[in-house]
């Protein structure tokens, strides 16, 4: 794999992190136009904390495939990783105990 090819699949994978935070900003923003009381922060916030943990299964099996495939250590490819693995298992852990 060529020195291109390999900052292009760390920013993919960077792109797709920043999509799934972009979920939660929008789904953030839409609860409080649409809302528009006193608990529409909060809704918000969980809403959109949970939508994007949920779509942060995408930056996740990328970057992770990559990792196997391009076998190198890349710091970006493991940072997203991590993160979105970790956003994806709290909102996971929300959902089993409140379930």
């Known amino acids: ?16 992190l920043l ?22 922060p909060v809704v918000g916030i969980v ?6 943990g949920i779509s942060a299964l995408l930056p996740a099996p990328y970057s ?5 495939r391009i076998k190198a250590s890349s710091s970006m490819l493991k940072m997203v990783l991590v993160l979105s693995l970790c956003w994806f298992f709290a909102v996971a852990a929300v959902f089993v105990v409140n379930s």
């Open 47 to 52: 809403k959109g904390g949970a939508l994007g």
């Open 1 to 16: 794999m060529t020195s291109t090819e390999y900052k292009k699949c760390e920013d993919r994978a960077f792109y797709l």
């Open 19 to 40: 999509g799934c935070i972009a979920v939660g900003v929008f789904a953030f923003i839409t609860e409080m136009v649409f809302i528009q009381s006193e608990w529409a």
């Open 64 to 68: 992770g495939f990559t990792l196997l």
